[in-house]
């Protein structure tokens, strides 16, 4: 028996889009989302799982969050750094449930007029959505490793956890 993928779950506002699914991200679509005959740029922003960390082997990441209060938290920096940047448009989709190596776990696009305010609009919502988002990952690792809980932050020390179980 198949286990059905859940539906994705999306906040919309006019040219802001947020978005949490555990489907495969496809970039093309979220390019689209923010593409208007208004911007000279698009800056796309795509984060994916790399087989290392801290010089031990990933197996895979597995996403989780409370979906209702990580989409308000992804909507509301979608909407500051839409008005701070004065963005055409901006579109942030996290991936949930298990990613491979090489998979895109995170979708960053937004447009504006300029290159200069797009490219700092990226960078500023990649951060926030890193410091920010209620999505923590298990990180597993290859051999006899385990895995790691952590919140979704570069370097972040998380909880090990061995045979399914975690040390708190």
């Known amino acids: 028996m198949e286990l ?7 906040l919309e506002e006019p040219n ?3 978005e949490l699914t555990h489907a495969h991200l ?13 911007a000279g740029a698009v800056v796309l922003f795509a984060g994916t799982t790399r087989d290392s960390f801290d010089n031990k ?3 895979s990441l597995n996403y989780s969050s409370y979906p209702p209060l990580a989409l308000n938290t992804l909507m509301s920096i979608a909407k500051a750094i839409h008005t701070k940047y004065a963005l055409v448009a901006i579109s942030l ?3 949930l449930g298990t990613v ?4 895109e776990s995170i979708l960053i696009a937004v447009s ?12 500023e919502a990649l951060e926030e959505c890193k410091e920010r988002v209620e999505v923590w990952k298990l990180e597993k690792f290859g051999g006899e490793e385990g895995g790691v809980w952590r919140a979704n932050r570069d370097g972040g020390v998380g909880i090990k956890v061995e045979d399914g ?4």
């Open 4 to 10: 059905e993928t859940p539906p994705p779950q999306r």
């Open 16 to 18: 802001i889009h947020v």
């Open 26 to 38: 496809d970039v093309i679509s979220v390019m689209n989302r923010v593409k208007s005959p208004k």
């Open 57 to 59: 082997p990933v197996s």
């Open 93 to 95: 989709t996290h991936r």
């Open 100 to 103: 491979p190596i090489g998979e």
């Open 112 to 123: 504006a007029p300029h290159r200069q305010a797009a490219w700092k609009a990226g960078e």
């Open 165 to 168: 179980k975690s040390d708190v």
